[in-house]
């Protein structure tokens, strides 16, 4: 009976620290759509509030921490509910600096100019998109326990990583051609790089969905891709 | 007795993983000097070992990883323990991505040219060489348990980013006047945001280690910077 009520105490516990993970993740997926937004008209109050949402993201993060602690404190979970717990911690961790990326985008987006001269802006909203697909499928994969949706998610980083490859040197041609345009093309290419560090980040995410799912590790870049 | 033998247990565990954490420490370092020689020298061998050595530092997170979750397995440790282990657990993590920003330095290595051509390069290792005291700093910090230390390197933080900044708009006017040194130039503004960004992972572990030793929070920029 004792040990009944605390698995039920364990269970409940857990179930509010994958919600807490689960509103963390959707707050961070609004932020990138919204910092897009904000890039590519160049609105300013948009990006004011992914700015301000950056936050409430944080404070998630630090209430997800003090959550985990507690369980393992007064719980004392054992192996496969451990290592759930562990991954909860360090998956925050990553959706924390997703957040930070939207962020800086978001405040990237008053620093450009002539948005209408750059015809390669319009290649970065594509690029976010596959990124927040990354971020989407893997917060599902993380609610369903799903590894094998989780190595699917590490497969498609390569497409995120050959996309930002194709678009720095489209910039860097139209830099070229148009050294006025130079100052905010070096804006744009942080941009990018800001949203291939998101699909990195995605990927490590499902990293550690597979391993909470499975207790095994997708290693090397060059085995994912095959996964 | 059993209880004496089991603090006796914990502190060997805590030792070691300390050990572990300044070992690989101690690696991110040596990466973040030898990927700068290589940048400013162009030397391949030198960026080959760079980032060969990011697979050890890898590899150590995942020793500390399971050597953490060990510890708190078998050791159940309470409070000030349990919020040891996590921040080991934590700034593990951060470390092995300032090793991955040293990587991509090394990485980028090998698509400058025109070197020579390109004074703002000599602006790069000066930043380096305030982000690698940080990095070293932070680890003193942490095996000294000194929070006040923890709290000057937040604040030192603010420096990395000016000199980002300056940095920023020195290349873009050398790049804007030298046309054909826009790729070679957008290649080390990555370097220079990959350098700004190890001394934000440098901040995030000295806020770690100020959390370790105090339970309190570093919490804002704003307020990091006055403290």
Request: aromatic share 6%; proline share 2%.
């Amino acid at each position: 009976m004792a040990q009944e009520h605390t698995v039920k105490a364990f269970d409940e516990d857990i179930t509010r620290l994958r919600g807490l993970i689960a509103e963390m993740g959707g707050l961070a997926e609004v932020s990138i759509g919204e910092a897009m937004e904000a890039l590519t008209k160049g609105n300013q109050d948009l990006a004011n509030g992914v700015i301000a949402r950056d936050k409430r993201i944080d404070a998630l993060e630090a209430e997800i921490d003090r959550l985990a602690i507690r369980i393992i404190a007064l719980r004392a979970p054992m192996a496969d509910d451990l290592r759930e717990v562990i991954a909860a911690l360090k998956i925050a961790g990553v959706v924390e600096r997703i957040g930070d990326y939207a962020k800086n985008i978001a405040k990237t987006s008053g620093k450009i100019e002539g948005r209408r001269q750059f015809e390669p802006l319009t290649l970065i909203p594509a690029m976010a998109e596959i990124a927040t697909s990354m971020v989407h499928d893997v917060l599902t994969a993380y609610a369903a326990r799903d590894a094998k949706m989780a190595a699917e998610i590490v497969a498609r980083d390569d497409k995120v990583d050959a996309f930002y490859e194709s678009i720095f040197r489209n910039f860097v041609s139209h830099m070229m051609e148009n050294p006025a345009t130079i100052s905010s093309g070096a804006q744009l290419l942080f941009v990018a790089r800001n949203i291939e560090r998101i699909g990195d980040h995605a990927t490590n995410v499902a990293e550690m969905v597979y391993y909470a799912a499975t207790g095994g590790y997708l290693t090397d870049k060059e085995d994912r891709a095959g996964a």
